[in-house]
Structures are given as C-alpha cells and as structure tokens.
C-alpha cells in the first residue's frame, strides 16, 4: 500500500508491505582446525531446517515547507521480522586429537520463534539566510532495535567413545537485544568571497545503549519443568556510548576544479557492564582525528576528475573490549583488553567520460592500507577448559593483521538506441594481509560482469548477464568464484495495468 501527496508547501509520501513464507533447507559440510601444521579437530555435520515466517516494513517521508527561507524534511524506515515456527536437526560427528583424543557424535534439535523490530527516524531543518549559500542546519537521526528469541534445543548424544564428561541437555533459551541511539547535529555553511565556503559542524550522541540479556534454564527431570539456570551461560551486558563531535571543511572553485579539505574530531566513551557469571564494569575513553582531501576537475567536453585522499581510525568496540565470556555449546568467544586502534589509509584517482547519446565510460585506481587491523582468531584451547571439561574452540580479536588492498575498476555503457544498451563492468586488484610472524598473503584477483538490456518490438525487455572472478583472499581464508548467469524477460500489458516477469539464474 502507498500513498503520495503533493502541494506546495507539503509533499508526503508512505508506503506499507507485507509478506508471509513458508521454507525448508539442507546443507552439510565439514570443518577442521590446525595449530603448528598439526590438525587438532575435525567435525562434519548435516542440518535440515524449515521454517515459517513474516515480515513488514513501512517507509514515510515529509517535505514541508515552513516559510520561505526554512524547510522541514523528516524520513523513518521501520522494519517488523519474525517467526512463529522455526525447527532445525543438526547431526554433528566429531574428533578431537590434540591433546586428547575423543570421538563422539550426538543429534542436535531445535524449535524456535522470535520477533524483530528495526529502524530509524531523521529530521532535518534548513535555514537559509538572506546571504547567498549561508545556512544553518540542525539534525537527528533516531535508531532503535528490539529483538526477542525464544528457542528449546535438545541434544541426544549417540556416542561418547573417550569422551566420559561429555552430557546432553534439554533447555530453553530466552535472549533479548536492545539498541537505542539518538544523534545530533548543527551545521553552518558560511560562503568566503565567491570561490570559498566553509563549513562548521557539532554534534555527537548524548546516549546509545546496546543491551542483551540472555537467560538459559534446564530441565528438572525431578519437577518436570524447565527451572534450572544455566549459570555459565546466563547474564546481561550493556554497552553505553557518548560521543562529542566537530567537523571543520573548507571548499574553494576554480573555473572548473573545487578542491575541499576536511578535518573531523571525534571524542567518545564507551562504559561496559556485564553481569553474570564474568562480571565486566570498564569504562573506555577514545579521542580520534580523520582529515580528508578531494577534488575535482570537470571539462566542457563532458570528461570528470576526482581525487581523494583520506585517513581514519577504527576504534574497537563493546564485543572487542569486554572481558566476558559467551559460551555456546562447545565454544566461547571473548573481548581483548590490550587491544589498540587500527588506522586506513585510502587513496583513489577516477576519471569519467560522458557522451550526449551513447552512453558513458570510467576508470579508476585505488590503494588502501590498514595498519594494526582489528580480526578475529579461532583456536583450540591448549588444554581442557575449565568449565566445559574437554578441548574446544574459542575466538578472540587481536591486533595481528596488516593489509592492503591496490587496485583499478572500469566501467563501460554502450547505448546503441533507446531500446538497447550494454554495459560492462571489470576490476583488478593486488590483496596482501601481514601477520606478525608469518610470510605475507598476497593474491591478485579479477572480475567481470556484463549486462545487456533491450526490448523487443516494443513489447517485451529483454535482459541477460553474466559474472565470473577468479579466487579472492581473505585472513587465513581462500575463496573460490563461480561464474554466474542470469536471464529475464518483462512486459507491461493493459495499458500498463499488468505487468509480468520471468527470470532463470544459474
């Protein structure tokens, strides 16, 4: 459903959808982990699911002018997801060699539903002074979550050769998230002569917070209820964030080049509180300074130039930084307290070409770099963990990898007609990741993609393309590309009342 008006003063707009579905799906697969060239655990496992669930959103936008020198623009996405019958097998077979050896086996199930409810708000108010290009801005934006799982697992253990403390369970899960954030902003755009302008803006977040709360209960085989708290795996955290921003830009045209720098300040807090079996009361504080340089060059036969240059710094988060432990079955993953700031370098230079009729072709070349970049490492604990009895795997964000991303992307669109275009898309690029004490990873890697559109006696569109890559990389990871194709075909009948469409993808 959509509804739009338009006036002078106010133009509105909504739109509202909605959808059901019913699905099921099977896959397997098998995972092993290494240390010192030697594997220490290995497991494959199958999975059946099918699931039934809902989803709606709804979008609205208002445009109202105020008087004549002040505008009031307003936009919200709202999102509503859940299901009311989610059910999974999972039969899961597993070896462990290092430092013990064990085999077991056990058959997972679950039944589940959950809700989700997502989205944000922003406004924005624009007033224009009587001098040409000097304005005052002040803006929001709202964003909040809310999400609830309810889930009951059982695990059938159908093997436990070696394996003396490995147990089942019957339990039910209930888990909850919330994350609430308002920003605010005000910007002043002040014209210096007729060739500069600056800009000065303030801001930050008076509060965000991201809560979760998960409570685990057993099982009482002796009451018959599920009344028993999972004290490992129970608990709450809160990650409460305030932030103070300012950002200063000047901009200065040429005949045909603007050239603007810019220099952003970010000062932040981050309070973490977790309770639970591994309490966490920490409060962090970060003080951050991107600068960034563009510019632009245009032609008057229609060629177009940009060069940017930025710097930035990517603080670690609440998940980075907490000391808490997140236990699953058979693994945990925790924060990293010694944990530093990563910092990018992005350099990119493009250039474009129009054409009045036929269409339009680029190019361009880039190079990133990230010094201490933030990843997360998956390992086998060296000994029994303490509170599950046997070896398992955990993860844990470290400052470990460099790396660098070069490259060059190229774009093609050929318009024979105004029934027809073509177009061709192809991009190269050298990827590195340097971790301490290892060689380096590097790979070059390419893709292609191609489409072609055009209609068929006025009547029918006609569209088809196609995709191919080599291999990319990854830390500690390889990924193979497939090539894909696609094809379809639409039409618009009744004087455009109906229309339909077919497509096949591969």
């Not at 959103?57 to 299901?83: A, C, E, P, R, V």
């Not at 679950?110 to 009587?130: E, P, Q, V």
């Not at 003080?287 to 930025?310: A, C, E, G, K, Q």
């Not at 590097?442 to 292609?448: P, Y």
């Amino acid at each position: 459903f959509s509804y739009v008006r338009n006036s002078d003063r106010l133009k509105f707009n909504i739109h509202l959808a909605g959808s059901n579905s019913h699905g099921n799906s099977n896959s397997d697969g098998g995972v092993a982990l290494t240390s010192g060239g030697d594997t220490t655990s290995h497991y494959s496992y199958r999975t059946t699911s099918e699931w039934s669930r809902y989803f709606g959103d709804l979008m609205f936008n208002i445009d109202y002018k105020i008087d004549s020198s002040t505008d009031l623009h307003i936009n919200s996405f709202n999102m509503l997801q859940g299901s009311y019958n989610d059910l999974a097998v999972n039969h899961r077979e597993q070896w462990d060699y290092l430092p013990d050896t064990a085999h077991y086996c056990y058959r997972d199930s679950s039944n589940s539903y959950f809700t989700m409810l997502n989205g944000f708000m922003n406004f924005d108010i624009k007033h224009r002074f009587l001098r040409k290009g000097q304005n005052l801005r002040f803006g929001g934006v709202w964003n909040y979550l809310f999400n609830g799982n309810h889930n009951l697992q059982q695990r059938l253990i159908g093997l436990t050769e070696g394996v003396p403390h490995l147990s089942g369970y019957d339990r039910t899960t209930n888990s909850f998230k919330n994350r609430n954030t308002v920003d605010l902003s005000l910007t002043y755009n002040h014209p210096v002569g007729s060739n500069d302008e600056l800009t000065f803006r303030i801001g930050g977040r008076p509060g965000g917070d991201i809560r979760s709360n998960r409570s685990i209960y057993d099982l009482d085989q002796t009451l018959g209820d599920y009344s028993l708290p999972d004290t490992l795996r129970n608990g709450i955290s809160d990650y409460y964030t305030q932030t103070l921003t300012a950002m200063v830009s000047w901009r200065h045209e040429w005949k045909r080049t603007t050239m603007s720098v810019e220099l952003y300040g970010k000062q932040s807090w981050l309070h973490i509180l977790s309770t639970g079996f591994f309490p966490d009361d920490t409060l962090f504080r970060f003080f951050t300074v991107d600068p960034s340089l563009n510019i632009t060059h245009r032609t008057s036969s229609m060629h177009y130039w940009r060069f940017r240059l930025t710097h930035s710094v990517n603080t670690p988060t609440g998940d980075d930084l907490t000391t808490t432990r997140s236990y699953s079955d058979d693994s945990y993953s925790t924060g990293n307290r010694t944990l530093k700031n990563s910092y990018t370098e992005k350099a990119s230079l493009s250039w474009n070409r129009y054409f009045k009729k036929n269409g339009n072709m680029g190019i361009e070349a880039y190079a990133n770099y990230t010094s201490g970049g933030i990843e997360s490492i998956t390992a086998s604990t060296p000994y029994a963990d303490e509170y599950l009895g046997r070896v398992i795997s955990f993860s844990m964000p470290m400052n470990i990898a460099s790396s660098y991303k070069a490259g060059a992307d190229g774009n093609i669109t050929y318009r024979p007609a105004a029934w027809a275009n073509i177009s061709l898309n192809a991009s190269i690029y050298r990827q590195g990741y340097a971790v301490e004490g290892e060689p380096m990873q590097e790979l070059i890697s390419w893709d292609i993609y191609t489409r072609l559109w055009t209609k068929v006696a006025k009547l029918v569109n006609i569209e088809a393309n196609i995709r191919y890559g080599n291999p990319t990389l990854g830390l500690y990871s390889r990924e193979e590309r497939a090539i894909s194709i696609g094809l379809g075909a639409s039409a618009t009948l009744l004087d455009r009342r109906l229309s339909l469409r077919v497509s096949i993808s591969d």
